[in-house]
């Protein structure tokens, strides 16, 4: 499906939000300096530019990024990296909490859009997209904004199929045959069936289309609800779900260009550091789970730095990882790992299955295994990482899964 001029002149106005406030507590120490959705993802990605990607090649182009925590270099990434040029108005833009309610942060998703209202009123759209901003997928939502028309529903929410076996760690949908959604459900021990399948459950993925004028009512109304804790899928949804205005969305019948059956329905949390490691490894298989070269659906960055081509030299190699550009082996060898921009590894080093961000340097006969490296991080001559978890979580923060993570700028 490809989107043309006309076509999208033809579709109903519509602004995109992005919620990019979260904190991502779970996910430190990448988090401890940056906001979740500006750690960088894939050698050459930050989280935030998977949802920027749908929402662009489906052809919306007015934009609006809420942050909040740790902020700035979020912001210099969207300005940097995604500056939409038109004579359509077209955005995308970060912004900030502006406390135009009172001297406040936000208090939750819902608090979030609340307090930037004007930017609803100033664009007087007839729908409101409200996305998550640090989820690992492809997908077209235009279809999901044709489906919720065609719903006449006040609501609809993106919903994954998952085993219910599994189903417990997330809010999960019961819907009826017609796909309005009869209840909704944080975490439950008996999740609920999907109608077709006794065995699956849809969960939520945290994506919303909204009629405007219902939600701007429903926003208005958790305000004055003491009780609320001002969240969309807390609060928001289950108001809509009381009132029957509620519509589930199957992922599964997404239809993005260029996937792959591996890929297809691919969807990622990656909330904690063995999330975020697993999904690195489901980019490097020969036929990956998830495809990044899918060019029919690209996941745009410009953020390149004006890096050369990597280099391998001295009998450097890689096996089975993606190296991104500037990137130098040096006699060192690389496997199952994927490596950022700017990365060096010297004579004699080894790292095996790990994931090093931009700007890490591994020393001659070091050895790395099974970590996360964030920015700069320098490994010395001859030390050794995932080797001994003893030792390791003395230093760093080793996750249940063992993967050793070591925070910005450390020297080892």
């Not at 359509?88 to 209202?117: E, H, M, N």
């Not at 978890?389 to 230093?395: L, N």
Request: net charge negative; proline share 5%.
């Amino acid at each position: 499906m490809s989107y043309t001029v006309d076509s999208v002149r033809s579709q109903p106005h519509v602004l995109a939000i992005v919620l990019a406030g979260g904190e991502g507590k779970r996910l430190s120490p990448l988090t401890e300096d940056r906001a979740k959705p500006a750690v960088p993802f894939g050698g050459t990605y930050r989280l935030i530019d998977f949802v920027l990607s749908n929402l662009v090649n489906a052809g919306y182009m007015k934009v609006c990024v809420l942050t909040q925590y740790k902020s700035h270099s979020l912001d210099r990434h969207i300005s940097q990296s995604w500056q939409l040029a038109g004579l359509a108005g077209q955005y995308i833009t970060p912004v900030p909490a502006q406390q135009r309610l009172g001297k406040r942060w936000f208090t939750g998703s819902a608090d979030a859009i609340l307090q930037s209202l004007n930017l609803i009123y100033d664009e007087d759209p007839e729908y409101v997209i409200v996305f998550g901003a640090d989820h690992v997928y492809r997908m077209d939502p235009r279809q999901m904004v044709e489906e919720h028309i065609a719903s006449g529903a006040s609501v609809s929410v993106a919903g994954i199929r998952v085993p219910r076996s599994e189903a417990t760690a997330f809010g999960c949908i019961q819907s009826n045959d017609d796909g309005r959604i009869t209840e909704f459900l944080e975490k439950p021990s008996d999740p609920p069936a999907t109608p077709d399948d006794p065995d699956m459950t849809f969960a939520s993925m945290g994506n919303y289309v909204f009629t405007t004028e219902a939600l701007l009512e429903a926003l208005k109304a958790d305000a004055e609800n003491e009780d609320s804790d001002h969240d969309m899928g807390g609060d928001i949804i289950p108001y809509f779900v009381e009132k029957n205005e509620a519509h589930v969305y199957d992922f599964s019948s997404n239809q993005v260009p260029g996937a792959t059956d591996r890929d297809r329905g691919y969807w990622r949390d990656v909330g904690t550091i063995d999330a975020f490691y697993e999904a690195h490894m489901d980019l490097i298989s020969v036929h990956p789970v998830f495809n990044l070269y899918n060019r029919r659906w690209p996941i745009h960055n410009t953020d390149t730095g004006n890096y050369p081509p990597a280099k391998f030299v001295q009998g450097g190699i890689a096996q089975s990882s993606m190296v991104a550009s500037g990137s130098i082996i040096s006699g060192g060898t690389v496997r199952n790992s994927v490596l950022s921009a700017n990365v060096v590894i010297e004579e004699g080093a080894t790292v095996e299955g790990s994931v090093l961000m931009p700007g890490v340097r591994v020393g001659k006969n070091a050895v790395v295994r099974h970590a996360i490296l964030d920015k700069n991080v320098v490994i010395s001559e001859g030390e050794f990482i995932g080797v001994d978890h003893g030792r390791d979580a003395g230093r760093f923060t080793v996750s249940a899964g063992g993967v050793v993570c070591i925070g910005k700028n450390v020297v080892v």
